[in-house]
């Protein structure tokens, strides 16, 4: 079965750029979502396509996909984007998540 | 304004059964895929079911193939995940969400929005 590998955890200072790795086999070939859960809430779409913005999500969210790596980045992060962030591609007919990346705040 | 609320979760004992229900508000229902997607306490998201807008098609993460059943009710707006044979390890907050299109399998598919979620606690 496919397999989405994000780390653990990544620490940013405010106002800095956060990245957040997702890899997985030829996960360029596919398109890659990302999701943001905050603490006690459902998750929302912040990327889909690899690196379209819903709207009412603010640009400060981006994203990339190429080879075997998509990365979300955060440019000018606040105190508000602490949460955990999930990637998300298709395999045939099945959703696939990635483990979660808690991103803090500090 | 999209709006998902899932409901009919609880404390069930193991070997049991529950019908969880999404009701869905603010856009036609029937023209979009649905799917469940599940999350134990502290851990990360799991695929579990999808269904196509006319309830035609369905699609269950193959570890949950036999116990678990999507279906749809288009006629009163409303999405059901039927749970049988429960396990402690099916714990979990259990969330709707609408997919982008009729069709499940697409490869620009996305889930937005999401409901609140409704807790399923299986234990004796």
């Known amino acids: 079965s496919y397999e989405l590998t994000q780390p653990p955890s990544v620490s940013v200072s405010p106002g800095q750029t956060a990245s957040i790795s997702c890899s997985g086999d030829?996960?360029?070939?596919?398109?890659a979502f990302w999701y943001q859960q905050r603490p006690g809430q459902s998750p929302v779409l912040v990327i889909y396509?690899?690196?379209k913005r819903p709207s009412g999500i603010p640009a400060r969210f981006s994203g990339s996909n190429s080879g075997n790596t998509a990365t979300l980045t955060i440019s000018g992060t606040q105190a508000m984007d602490e949460a955990e962030y999930y990637c998300?591609?298709?395999?045939?007919?099945?959703?696939?998540f990635g483990g979660g990346t808690k991103l803090t705040v500090l | 304004e999209v709006v998902l609320v899932e409901s009919g979760g609880g404390l069930v004992q193991p070997g049991g059964s529950l019908r969880l229900s999404c009701a869905a508000s603010g856009f036609t229902f029937s023209s979009y895929a649905m799917t469940w997607v599940r999350q134990a306490p502290g851990k990360g998201l799991e695929w579990v079911s999808a269904?196509?807008?006319?309830?035609?098609?369905?699609y269950d993460a193959d570890s949950l193939k036999g116990r678990f059943t999507i279906s749809r009710d288009n006629s009163r707006n409303t999405l059901f995940l039927q749970v049988n044979s429960l396990r402690a390890e099916d714990t979990a907050v259990y969330f709707c969400?609408?997919?982008?299109?009729?069709?499940?399998?697409?490869?620009?598919?996305?889930?937005?929005?999401w409901g609140p979620g409704t807790l399923v606690t299986v234990s004796s």
């Open positions: 396509q690899d690196s």
């Open positions: 030829k996960l360029g070939d596919k398109y």
């Open positions: 269904i196509s807008g006319n309830g035609d098609s369905t």
């Open positions: 998300q591609a298709w395999d045939n007919s099945t959703v696939v």
């Open positions: 969400a609408k997919g982008r299109y009729f069709d499940w399998f697409l490869s620009d598919n996305w889930l937005d929005p």
